[in-house]
């Protein structure tokens, strides 16, 4: 039976370090993330290993957006103090579960997974991507599954990754722990199985356009408004909006990308209703739209960009570090207890072992 039960349900979930946190991780997961530190026991994790499967070149540059993005996070509110903070090369025993899931997961599968085949398209991959590339998806798996995550707050671009998870929690839970097929997702755990099938919760808004009002926005594609932007950046940003109209005077289409941005971003309910009105009818200009949603998105994110600047210079960076590799004592201790279960279960437990952790 799972020792777990009883316990506060547990959340994984997490950034790849390929540039710094923006808008749509905003509405997309951070902001439950925020929400949810009390009810849940929280793992966040920064997937650097996996900056490395598009990246493999640009170590330092990846280096210097994890440090990046743990200064978003603790500019948002996600609160160590609260949560674990999890780098995943300090975390061995995902690798380790990585090569354990891999065997379970057909490999058209993983190519077929259609987020994976949307990345490739949009970070102009071709054919020549790593090994390692595809493999993240079974990675991003064995994060959750390290962790044994009940629920995974995620954008929507990361649903069929999730599927992946939870079809192959499934798996392994029938193959080495005799769960019956018949288990409901919820009672896994309950039912013996070393992995709860966790669920994915979406975020208000599920998949915020860019700025190019074609594709989501993405931290590597160039299309972002970013939490750490300074508010004459965000004036520029939001002025390139694509919204495809001619003239101000012409009836505007609200399901265009500056409607996605009035509605993520400006509070009042009454004044999204009265922008949507004067637009299609065609009596406010795009430049009045972008000016107000541009003040909005500063007023949300200048306290952020506050408190980020205490991390500021070297002092902040070492700072950081330093959380990090107090916080991976934690992360390596449920890791290695998952680990050593699902080794068990598949007759690989030859031993004990213990990480060193050298201060
Ligand atoms: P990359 O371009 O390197 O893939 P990204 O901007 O897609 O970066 P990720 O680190 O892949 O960011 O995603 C982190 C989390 O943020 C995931 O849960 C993802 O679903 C969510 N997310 C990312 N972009 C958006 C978006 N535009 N709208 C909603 N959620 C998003
Ligand atoms: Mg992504």
Redo the contacts with the bound molecule.
Sequence with gaps: MCEDIGMRPRIL????P??R?????W????ENRVRLQDEYECFFLI?NMH?FT?RAEKPEEIRRDTIEIVKDWLAVGMDPERSTFVLQTEVPAIAELTWLLAMLLPFNRVMRNPTLKE?IE??QLGDHYSFGFPLYAVGQCADILAFRADLV??????LAHLEMCREVARRFDHLYCGVPTTTEDADYARAGGVFPVPQPKV?R??????IDGVQ??????GN?IFLSDEAGEIKKKTGKIFTGRQSATDPGDIKNALFQFVNAFIADPERRRELAELYTRGEVGDGTVKQEVSQAIDALVAPMRERRRAYDGPAGEARIVELLHAHAAKANAVAEDTLARAKAAMKLDFGARTLMFVP
């Design positions: 979930t997490g950034d790849t390929t540039g946190l923006h808008l749509g991780h509405v997309g997961s951070l997937a900056a598009t990345e949009a970070k707050p995620v954008g929507e671009d990361q975020g808004i599920a998949r915020l356009v860019g989501k926005m993405s931290k590597s594609l972002a």
